[in-house]
């Protein structure tokens, strides 16, 4: 079968039980089983191939400008790590299905299950680091639901947390290891990279590469001090926690230092992090295992503890400690599963897997009884069981170790771990199973029915099996591993029995073993003084660091972002002075090219009204209405200021939109209060001032810089004078530019004006849909109001001058293409003579005969100029290709006709429908339908009596 | 001339006052023009990316003014790959919008949607640096007017924030805008790199300022440390599909970054060198880390995801900020990657809020729960760049491109850090909103998938967006090699300016 599909078929088999369950929860099990027996009969037929020595490969191409490919490889280390997982993840799923109780959704669980069980054959199975990571982080990924499987525990859902964010941040530092590493060979398929080990080990990048992947490896496999999330992680379901701790996901760590040993291996750098970090988590876990009253916990401290003892092997880089570790990983495998899973079953049955209120199970649950004393002997490493042989070679290796010029300290720390191994091995046994029979369990004992039984039997078989005939049944599988791992040439010399003569080893062993069960007979004094020492509690450790970082986080972000505008102003204007004024800095700056003009008078008096006005607004700004009107008198001299600059265009724009405006805001200031408040400090006012300032200097600096400069280059206005009339038809290049020359960018405009009216009416429409309405009519003017709504003159003078405004609008519409005017100005014109009948006559009577909805206005304004257009494509010219000519009818002057004007047209009407609707939407929250009111404006219908005198005309 | 090429920014622009004038009272006509223009828009702009894919530049020159005189449209790899990144986007979010009803619940969504729409793709169409700007001022109030879209008085607030601090930002582009032609002459890209590249090394001061006055700007739209104040509260107040539109409007600012930084004031420009390497790299390292950090700290759905867009947004400047061939390749995958993941993180946000509010709090298990926490799993994973989704691979694009600069060191700490931030701000959100809830009593016991029985009926058209939308992803995912490889072209493409200038220019050798 080919690897992709051995890899692939977790995956796809994840689907079924999430949709199978509806089918009950046999068929969901069945369905995750299928799969994985699929899988593990596809790995199963490449064995000849992977015990001839040889790998097998399969590869495709992902990701190949990065080098990640999806390239996978089976060897005898990939061979024996997938079996494992597919393997025990059959029986871990028969056990489940008889384990999860009917509320539990099984669908997910299994789901989730092939998920991390894909991720983890895809780990070993890969032949990219890359792809591995990628499968790497998944199996953190999947094992966060497994984890948390049971929502509704809080430690499930801290375990789960817990060991994303330790797995997971190990992960990163993983990534950047192996891109480094990558970097080195310059591939990142594990095949070249195992190639290059003098490479790699002379690289002055290899120590960062090695401390970052092993990072990832020993979060993973938790080792010191990252162990302390694998005991949390015993939240979950029994089933995952077997799965997870004895064969699969805290083996992945292992299982990469294993991969990586051939090239990383040999160095004192090496020896000094592995075999140490190694060797304390091994002591470390065996002491905290001897004294946890959690059956899960002593077993999962335990697995730290074993996992730390296969660590230290992989350390020791010699050939032979390889091999041993190889051997070891499978026999814990075995009996490790299968103690977990009679916890589980004692739990489920006995209702509690709380030591203290367990003991004399044998009587009760006989078979139970069996598989759990069998596995934990041989976990204690007694003959003739498969924990003893491995652990025997384990001490021959440690025996002939130095560590940094001590002889005996290696030696000495192995034996007193093994010796806290072999006690609380012999406590698992001796106070669950032994002892007399209580009557005050939980549950009501008894052994569990096949289904759950057998998996772990099936286990605990293999470690007698191989324990007695170790050479025949697990030799071959061992020695194709450890070849793998070694990476070539010779395995050392090494036999797999039970009797080895009277080595140093044994003795250690045999000590262990007595000093086991002289601790066991202790425990009660032992737990008493250990319960004395003072010692770190990883999880309140742990957890008080995430609620600071978490509180912390929220502090910086909350007080970084806390909503002050005109701090954030601030910042802004700040860092633009500061980057604008290195960037200055950074260049020259050439002579100036043009002469300083002397000022005459009334540029002066334009000058000095800017200056007042804008200082008066600096000092009134926190009365609106005084602000208001001395930005139009800003505005006024800024009109001016372009007619005195000869562009008269540019002043008629300005002085109609300021009129506009001014009105619209005028309007907008019924929706606040007359005064703004004091917010700010006086130091933060200071500050801002001071901010405004400088950057108001360094913009004026800019443009007196640019005014004071001809154009490095010549200009394309140049060719817009020169083309308006030949190519534009029109003798305004303003115009032109505007309608013709740029009219794209009109186009553009005169959208953002029709979105900006359809904003204020969304805005006045959800204001005035709310209670702010009421409280807008109910108001009281704070302020006495003009006596007369409807001055008799002011009604009579709007609605005359009404036809001849819209004649001057029509009037500078039409002369606009040669002449100053235009659409734009035009179109400003006719909205300001409307607004004077809506000002004078109120906004009742001007609505009642008002025929054409705003919205509407603007929408044919734009479709109006995109059609014009798109007239040109029919020409076969692109859009907005302007055509024009001239015609004579007797017996009128020859004139111009041009598309130029339909599409200035557009323009005049979104620019009316534009004004008017912001209008209408600003004024109307006094307008209710069916009263047409008698007030101007509608501002407040609520003015006293007095003003109805003034009646309308 | 093919006039396909104005298709992207006329369509909407013909659509949205259509549906303004003639069905501004019926939801449906609105939905059905709004969609069926959406798709339309989709296929047109995929045409369009799938001729500019040769590497071939076209150019549109609009009132058949020629160039520089006139202003253009000029479709490349780069803005084919932007068009239909946009389209693609759009079409589920709007989907979205209408599934959930959010577009009934306030006045013109459609028809400021397709304005929104044609000022995008104005933008990535554009060869006139002042054309440019009209076009952000389109998407800008269109964006405003999407914002506020229902109202209440968070939005508002909000609103005012985001409207003001872009409009600073718009008169910053005035100033930029007004220096540059004051200097050149002219505003038309090709044109601008021409003469930029020819000024004389005396008088590049003011181009100098220019030049960064520009970049600011986009910075601002781009969300970049510390011009990115405006966004948090605008897109966590947002009704959230439109802030999931606006997942495409930070990459305006990163495209348009790319555009000008590579064509106009492209690393051999002497007269601008040296302007953004001091300060671009770290402020987008920043980016990064108060993004990771404020996911972490939020304590409301639409921030978290709001943040989430920030931190995406830091990675890609950070790719962008070198400007190598190799890096801005990977900017590129991870572009078209982090739009798509944000938009989906904001749906979902919005699937969780519409049914048991804005606070990440525990609650009750909701209707459908199981989906969408399957979903938020799958947002969470895609946005911190973790596998199996095209985070994790465009997260190793950035990284393998920067390993050979000076500051990989600290490249590589932050992303890698601020990805853990990330994923411990998701997993306690995540579980908070998905499993603590289980805790409480009256549990209710759910299955994947499983009909809910409380609740009114949901329609299942939110989904279908949100689906679509990680179905992106996961092709972005599977397709990563010739992804990349389209990458690289562009970023090819990008480096060798000369036949764009040479095609808007007329000036190639016939």
């Known amino acids: ?141 999947s094992s966060f639901l497994l984890i948390g499987y049971w929502k509704h525990l809080p430690e499930g859902r801290q375990g789960a947390r817990m060991a994303l964010a330790v797995t997971g941040s190990g992960g990163l530092a993983m990534i950047a290891g192996m891109l480094m590493l990558g970097h080195i060979v310059g591939s990142y398929d594990l095949s070249v990279i195992l190639q290059n080990k003098d490479a790699i080990q002379a690289s002055p990048l290899y120590l960062p590469a090695l401390i970052l992947i092993l990072l990832g490896c020993f979060t993973k496999s938790a080792q010191f001090p990252f162990h302390f999330w694998l005991p949390h992680a015993m939240a979950a379901p029994t089933p995952v926690s077997a799965y997870l701790h004895s064969a699969t996901m805290v083996k992945a760590g292992l299982f990469l230092m294993a991969r990586l040993w051939p090239v990383l291996a040999g160095t004192p750098e090496w020896f000094y992090i592995v075999a140490t970090t190694g060797l304390v988590t091994m002591l470390v876990g065996a002491m905290i295992a001897l004294f946890k009253d959690d059956l899960k916990a002593l077993l999962a401290f335990s697995t730290v503890s074993h996992l730390g003892l296969i660590t230290m092997l992989l350390g020791f880089g010699t050939k032979i400690a390889a091999v041993v570790a190889v051997f070891h990983i499978i026999n814990h ?21 709380d030591i203290k209120r367990l003991g004399g199970l044998r009587h009760l649950m006989p078979v139970t009884f069996a598989i759990g004393t069998v596995a934990a002997l041989s976990m204690a490493g007694i003959p003739p069981l498969n924990g003893f042989l491995s652990k025997e070679m384990m001490l021959e290796e440690a025996a002939h170790t130095t560590w940094y010029g001590s002889a005996l300290l290696v030696p000495v720390l192995v034996t007193v771990a093994a010796l806290f191994s072999a006690a609380y091995s012999f406590r698992f046994i001796a106070h669950v199973f032994l002892g007399p029979k209580r009557d005050d369990y939980p549950g009501h004992p008894h052994d569990p029915n096949t289904g759950m039984w057998i998996g772990p039997a ?90 600071a970082l978490t509180r912390t986080a929220r502090v910086v972000t909350d007080g970084l972002h806390n909503g002050a505008l005109t701090r954030y102003a601030a910042i802004m204007v700040t860092f633009t002075v500061i980057i604008g004024y290195a960037a200055y800095r950074g260049g020259t700056l050439g002579a100036a090219t043009r002469e300083m003009q002397t000022a005459g008078l009334l540029p002066v008096v334009g000058w000095f009204a800017l200056v007042v006005s804008t200082l008066f607004i600096v000092a009134k700004h926190r009365n609106r209405l005084v602000a208001l009107v001395l930005i139009g008198v800003v505005g006024l001299v800024v009109s001016m200021a372009f007619n005195y600059l000869s562009a008269p265009d540019l002043a008629l724009t300005q002085i109609s939109v300021e009129v506009v405006t001014i009105i619209l805001m005028l309007l907008a200031l019924n929706f606040m209060p007359k005064e703004t408040p004091v917010e700010t400090p006086l130091p933060t006012r200071l500050r801002d001032g001071a901010i405004s300032v400088v950057a108001g200097l360094g913009a004026g600096g800019l443009i007196y810089a640019l005014m004071m400069r001809d154009f490095a280059f010549p200009t394309i206005s140049d060719y817009h004078l020169a083309n308006s009339y030949k190519g534009g038809g029109g003798t ?30 969304a805005l006045t429409e959800a204001v005035l849909n709310s209670r ?32 001849l405004a819209l004649m001057v609008a029509a009037y500078i519409f039409f002369r606009g293409h040669n002449l100053p005017g235009g659409g734009f100005i035009a179109g400003l014109i006719a909205a300001i003579a409307i607004i004077m009948q809506y000002m004078a006559s109120g906004f ?63 323009v005049f009407l979104a620019v009316v429908g534009a004004v008017l609707l912001a209008l209408e939407s600003l004024s109307r929250f006094a307008w209710q339908p069916g009263i047409s009111s008698e007030h101007a404006m509608d501002i407040n219908p609520a003015r006293d009596e007095a003003a109805k005198t003034g009646t309308e005309g | 001339m093919d006039h396909l090429l104005i298709a992207p920014v006329v369509l909407p622009a013909l659509v949205a006052p259509f549906i303004i004038m003639a069905v501004r009272h019926h939801i449906d006509l609105q939905r059905i023009f709004s969609v069926a223009s959406a798709v339309l828009l989709a296929a047109i702009s995929v045409t369009l990316a799938a001729k500019a894919a040769d590497g071939s530049v076209y150019v549109y020159e609009l009132g058949d003014w020629p160039a520089p005189f006139g202003i253009v449209l000029v479709l490349d790899r780069l803005s084919g790959m932007m068009i239909v990144l946009t389209a693609l986007l759009a079409l589920p979010v709007l989907l979205y919008a209408i599934g959930s009803g959010w577009d009934t619940r306030g006045s013109n969504f459609h028809a400021l949607f397709q304005f929104q729409l044609m000022g995008i793709m104005g933008a990535f169409l554009t060869g006139d640096a002042f054309n440019l700007f009209v076009f952000f001022e389109v998407l800008l109030i269109a964006s405003y007017g999407l914002m506020i879209h229902s109202g209440g008085t968070r939005r508002f607030q909000a609103g005012v924030q985001y409207v003001v601090f872009n409009l600073l930002g718009s008169t910053l582009f005035l100033f930029a805008l007004g220096t540059l032609y004051a200097v050149t002459g002219t505003l038309n890209m090709a044109d601008l790199a021409v003469k930029v590249a020819q000024t004389p090394a005396e008088e590049t001061a003011l181009l100098r300022v220019a030049a960064v006055l520009l970049l600011l700007v986009f910075a601002i739209k781009a969300a970049l440390l510390p011009l990115h104040f405006w966004l948090p509260s605008a897109y966590a107040n947002a009704p959230m599909p439109v802030a999931a539109l606006f997942a495409i409007m930070t990459k305006v600012g990163a495209y348009s970054i790319l555009r000008i930084y590579t064509l106009v004031f492209g690393p051999e420009v002497e007269a601008t060198n040296g302007l953004t390497q001091s300060w671009l790299l770290p402020a987008a390292l920043l980016t990064l880390l108060a993004g990771a950090i404020g996911v972490l700290g939020s304590r409301k759905l639409g921030r978290l995801a709001a943040f989430g867009a920030i931190s995406s947004m830091g990675t890609l400047l950070i790719a962008i900020s070198l400007f190598t061939p190799a890096a801005t390749a990977a900017a590129l995958y991870y572009l078209v990657h982090s739009t798509l993941a944000a938009a989906l993180l ?108 409380v609740a009114a009926p949901v329609a299942q058209l939110p989904f279908v967006a949100c689906f679509g939308l990680l179905f992106g992803l996961v092709v972005l995912t599977v397709f990563a090699g010739p992804a990349t490889r389209y990458a690289e072209a562009t970023a090819a493409q990008l480096f060798t300016p000369t036949a764009y200038i040479e095609t808007v220019l007329g000036t190639e050798a016939e």
Request: aromatic fraction near 12%; hydrophobic fraction near 55%; charge should be negative.
């Open chain 1, 333 to 353: 495998a075995t009996f490790k599963a299968a103690l977990f899973m009679t916890a589980g079953i004692v739990d489920h049955e006995a209702g509690t897997r």
């Open chain 1, 732 to 761: 305004n290049v303003v115009n032109v530019i505007l309608v013709d020359f740029r009219g794209y960018d009109t186009f553009g405009e005169i959208i953002v004006l029709g979105i900006a009216a359809m904003v204020i009416f």
């Open chain 1, 1 to 141: 079968m080919s690897l992709f599909l051995i890899a692939a078929l977790p995956f796809l088999g994840a689907v079924f039980p999430a949709l199978l369950i509806r089918a009950g929860r046999n068929a969901a099990a069945s369905a995750a089983g299928f799969t994985t027996l699929l899988a593990f009969v596809g790995l199963m037929l490449h064995i000849p191939a992977v015990f001839r020595g040889d790998t097998v490969q399969a590869s495709i191409d992902w990701l190949p400008a990065l080098g990640l490919n999806a390239n996978f490889f089976l060897d005898g280390l990939g061979f024996l790590f997938a079996a494992m997982i597919l393997g025990i993840g059959l029986l871990i799923i028969l056990y489940a299905r008889f384990y999860l109780s009917r509320e539990d959704p099984m669908g997910q669980f299994f789901c989730y299950l092939l998920l991390f069980q894909g991720a983890m054959v895809g780990i070993v199975l890969s032949d990219n680091i890359l792809l591995l990571l990628v499968f790497w982080e998944l199996t953190s990924l």
């Open chain 2, 346 to 453: 904001f749906l979902v946000a919005d699937l969780v809020i519409e049914r048991q509010g804005r606070w990440i709090l525990p609650q009750l298990p909701m209707p459908q729960t199981g989906l969408i926490s399957a979903l938020f799993f799958a947002a969470a994973i895609a946005l911190a760049g973790m596998p199996p989704l095209s985070g994790f691979l465009g997260k190793l694009l950035v990284l393998d491109a920067t390993r050979n600069d000076t500051m990989a060191t600290w490249i590589w700490g932050v992303i890698l850090v601020g990805s853990l931030i990330t994923i411990l701000g998701m997993a306690r959100a995540g579980s908070q909103l998905f499993w603590k809830g289980h805790g409480l009593p009256q549990e209710t016991a759910d299955e994947p998938g499983e009909v809910p029985a």
């Open chain 1, 772 to 803: 702010v309405r009421a409280y807008l009519l109910n108001r009281k003017p704070d302020l006495p109001q003009a006596g007369d709504a409807h001055p008799l003159m002011m009604v009579v003078a709007t609605r005359v001058m009404m036809p």
């Open chain 1, 458 to 547: 099936f286990l605990v078989t293999l470690v007698v099996l191989i324990g007695l005939a170790s050479a025949k049944i697990a030799g071959p599988l061992v020695a194709t591993a450890a070849g793998a791992v070694i990476g070539g040439g010779e395995l050392p010399y090494y036999s797999l029995k039970l009797w080895h003569g009277l080595t140093p080893a044994l003795y250690m062993s045999i000590v262990a073993v007595i000093g086991g069960v002289v601790f066991l007979a202790l425990h009660a004094q032992l737990t008493r003084i250990w319960t004395a020492l003072p010692r770190p509690e990883a999880k309140q450790i742990f957890e008080a660091l995430v609620r």
């Open chain 1, 844 to 906: 009742g009577w001007a609505t009642e005969r008002q025929r054409y909805p705003y919205h509407a206005i603007i929408g044919s304004g734009v479709l109006i100029a995109a059609a014009t257009g798109m007239g040109a494509w029919f020409n076969g010219m692109p859009f907005l290709t302007s055509a024009f000519g001239y015609i004579h009818w007797e017996p009128l002057e020859e004139f111009e006709w041009a598309t130029a004007a339909l599409f200035d047209l557009g």
